[in-house]
C-alpha cells in the first residue's frame, strides 16, 4: 500500500518542527553565550585601544615639554653667543 501525500506532509511538517524547536532550544543558549563573549571582548579591545591612547597622549605630552625646554635653552645659548658681538660693535 503506498502512502499517500495527504499523509506524509502532516509528518514531514511535524518533524521539521521539532527539529527547529529543539535546534532554536540548543543552539539559543549557545549563540547568547558567544554574543555575551563578543560583547566583553569588544569592551576589552576598547579599553586596551583606549589605554593605549592615552599613553601615546602621556608621552607626545612628554615630548613636548621637553622640546620647549630645549628651545629655551637653545634661545638662551643664542642670546648668550650673540651679546658679546652687540658690546664690541657699540664700543667700537
Same mark, same amino acid.
Given at each position: 500500500m503506498?502512502?499517500?501525500?495527504? !499523509? ?5 511538517v511535524?518533524?521539521?518542527l521539532?527539529l527547529t ?6 543552539l @539559543?543558549?549557545?549563540a547568547?553565550r558567544?554574543g555575551?563573549?563578543?560583547e566583553l571582548?569588544?569592551?576589552?579591545k576598547?579599553?586596551?585601544?583606549e589605554? !593605549?591612547?592615552?599613553q601615546? @597622549?602621556d608621552?607626545?605630552e612628554?615630548?613636548n615639554? @621637553?622640546?620647549q625646554?630645549? !628651545? !629655551?635653552r637653545?634661545?638662551?645659548t643664542d @642670546?648668550?653667543?650673540?651679546a ?7 664700543d667700537?
Amino acid at each position: 500500500m503506498p502512502l499517500d501525500w495527504a !499523509e506524509i506532509a502532516p509528518m514531514i511538517v511535524g518533524v521539521v518542527l521539532i527539529l527547529t524547536v529543539g535546534g532554536v532550544m540548543v543552539l @539559543r543558549p549557545i549563540a547568547k553565550r558567544i554574543g555575551d563573549l563578543l560583547e566583553l571582548y569588544a569592551r576589552d579591545k576598547q579599553a586596551g585601544l583606549e589605554g !593605549e591612547v592615552h599613553q601615546v @597622549r602621556d608621552l607626545v605630552e612628554t615630548m613636548n615639554a @621637553r622640546l620647549q625646554l630645549l !628651545e !629655551e635653552r637653545q634661545d638662551f645659548t643664542d @642670546r648668550l653667543l650673540t651679546a658679546p658681538k652687540d658690546k664690541e660693535k657699540t664700543d667700537g
